[in-house]
């Protein structure tokens, strides 16, 4: 049973239907396990045991009488707190939100049951979902099961570290400045940011009926590409008003193999240098393209000025984290946000304040984006997929001081926090896919997970080549000490 945990959530519904453990047996083995080991991690901050076993004897009786909820049946899985599960807390960590409790469950949560799965928990987050770290002062901090004196990401670094010491079979989390995919790097799972839109962004919400923010997307974290594929296909489509007026019919892959796909390498980029040993990664991963038969170039680019569209993902980002007044209470406890020195006016304190822009001047930004979107288009009319690093370096040590005191050491050199959210926006500013995957370890030990972009829509071309890449280079290790 010791590799039951760490099991593809669509493997462990084979082995529930092929009878070879119930869903109570595969629901108490992770209930079990985050009880041994979540006190160490603080992964699973919101627990749902009780229910949790309560809808696996359901599975289990269905079953028996030959009926199947679908492809996940049975499959205990957990979902980062910001989703809304019925009569749990959905808080984003900010105290004045810690009763906030919605009544059913929300678009993602309902979905997933659709399929049969169940829940058994929800993972910690930062406060307000802004930060590659996730603690917060309901919660406490979450490490990363590869060195708990690490961070595991964020704001889904809760979801990641789950998975990676295998206390769920599933999760999902959200994506505005990397938030899906840092903590699936920092952890060695995969993660996806799927094509803005694609996704409801409803049952993610902190007040009810809340908009979805420009940027911003929801999305599958998992130890398999095939499990991502899974949960964005389920999670995918139009909700509420939207379905009465479209339909989703995403372009699916005909990729069965490397051979012929274009591929252009993103290694590190003078905006955000990233370690050495990352940039070398990228070059690996071209050599091991080149071998199967991909035509690989390093010097590819769209055609924009890679600064100025830096700026305007910094804009566009520093307004809708700055925009987040829904009421009162919230305005008063954006978390960290408050701690920062308002005359402060570096990157990372601008960046997570959030400096909100007039309307006249978000058109102006939205205008540029525009522009930058044409360009992504006419690039991926040649190249199939942009392979880049996702973080400058792997999983760095727990730090609470205020944004505007915290630096990266990348290969030495100190280098603005927020400087590295570059390479989330290269996706995130035009609307792309980004499947993560993970390459291997790094020397100190820890994982690197890199970057698969592709063009609007083509959420299945960058997750099937995430699976067909770690064929060959390798995929979800299980951490040492959560064997």
């Not at 699916?252 to 905006?271: F, H, I, M, P, Y």
């Not at 730090?399 to 926090?417: C, K, L, N, S």
Request: charged residues 20%.
């Amino acid at each position: 049973m010791s590799d039951i945990p760490f099991l593809a959530a669509s493997q462990l519904a084979k082995k529930i239907r092929d009878k070879e453990i119930s869903s109570v047996e595969l629901t108490q083995l992770y209930i079990d396990r985050i009880e041994k080991y979540d006190d160490a991690i603080n992964a699973v901050v919101v627990r749902l045991f009780e229910q949790g076993l309560a809808d696996a004897k359901n599975a289990d009786a269905l079953m028996a009488r030959g009926h199947s909820l679908g492809p996940l049946h049975g499959v205990p899985m957990t979902m980062k707190e910001s989703y809304n599960i019925a009569d749990t807390p959905s808080t984003w960590g900010i105290e004045a939100f810690r009763d906030n409790v919605f009544t059913e469950d929300g678009v993602s949560a309902k979905r997933f049951r659709a399929i049969g799965a169940h829940f058994i928990g929800k993972t910690n987050v930062p406060v307000n979902l802004g930060d590659f770290q996730s603690y917060n002062p309901i919660y406490g901090t979450t490490g990363n099961p590869w060195d708990l004196e690490r961070t595991p990401g964020g704001s889904s670094g809760g979801s990641a570290a789950a998975l990676a010491a295998g206390l769920t079979g599933l999760e999902v989390g959200s994506d505005i400045g990397g938030s899906i995919r840092n903590p699936a790097h920092y952890c060695g799972v995969y993660g996806l940011k799927p094509t803005f839109g694609v996704i409801p962004w409803q049952g993610h919400d902190l007040l009810p009926n809340s908009p979805a923010p420009d940027l911003s997307v929801v999305g599958p974290l998992a130890r398999s590409a095939e499990d991502i594929e899974l949960a964005f296909t389920a999670m995918a489509g139009a909700t509420g008003r939207a379905s009465k007026g479209w339909q989703l019919h995403l372009p699916q892959t005909s990729l069965r193999n490397l051979q012929g796909l274009k591929v252009a390498l993103w290694a590190t980029d003078e905006q955000a240098p990233v370690t050495k040993e990352t940039e070398d990664r990228v070059y690996q991963i071209g050599e091991v393209l080149k071998a199967l038969g991909a035509t690989v170039s390093a010097d590819a680019r769209p055609d924009f000025d890679i600064e100025r569209a830096n700026r305007n993902y910094l804009s566009l980002l520093s307004s809708v984290m700055g925009a987040g007044d829904n009421n009162e209470a919230f305005a008063k406890t954006t978390g960290h946000v408050a701690q920062l020195d308002p005359a402060d006016n570096s990157r990372s304190a601008t960046t997570m304040r959030g400096r909100v822009m007039s309307h006249r001047d978000w058109v102006r930004a939205n205008n540029f984006r525009e522009r930058l979107r044409f360009a992504w288009d006419e690039f991926f009319s040649e190249w199939d997929i942009v392979v880049c690093p996702q973080m400058a370096t792997d999983a760095f040590p727990h730090d609470h001081r205020p944004f505007a005191e915290r630096t990266i050491a990348v290969d030495g050199v100190d280098r603005d926090y927020m400087e590295q959210v570059f390479w989330a926006g290269l996706a995130i500013n035009s609307y792309l896919p980004s499947t993560v995957f993970p390459s291997g370890l790094s020397a100190q030990g820890l994982p690197i997970g890199l970057q698969a972009i592709g063009a609007p829509f083509n959420d299945y071309l960058t997750i099937e080549f995430s699976r067909l890449l770690t064929q060959e280079v390798g995929g979800f290790e299980i951490p040492p000490n959560f064997a």
